[in-house]
């Protein structure tokens, strides 16, 4: 279950605890009234702590590696186009080798 769940459903507990507590009380003694009580309330402690924890960090992918936007020459002759994924040779020809060197074909 989820954490925000458990938290709604430990609420609703202490509310139920808390309007029977006197009717236990009046019926039977009042340990049975605190025992009610008591595990309520550390049912809705236990959801609310448990939704405290920050899960942050749980299975982030790893960041991209940073690539310019703006084209670039990694050598004379060739321009490479990070948006396109690709890198041409001056004559407009698709630079295979540079292309799957600079963006991993």
């Not at 009042?30 to 924890?53: D, Q, S």
């Not at 310019?68 to 321009?79: F, K």
């Amino acid at each position: 279950m989820t954490h925000r769940l458990v938290a709604v459903m430990a609420a609703l507990l202490l509310c139920l605890a808390a309007a029977s507590t006197p009717a236990l009380a009046k019926k039977h003694n009042n340990t049975a009234a605190a025992v009610a009580t008591g595990a309520v309330i550390g049912l809705a402690a236990g959801a609310i702590i448990g939704g405290a924890i920050d899960h942050s960090d749980r299975r982030r992918p790893p960041p991209r590696p940073y690539r310019p936007m703006a084209p670039y020459s990694p050598s004379a002759g060739i321009v490479c186009y990070p948006e396109r994924q690709l890198c041409l040779k001056n004559n407009g020809r698709i630079a295979a080798s540079w292309t799957d060197r600079e963006f991993g074909w």
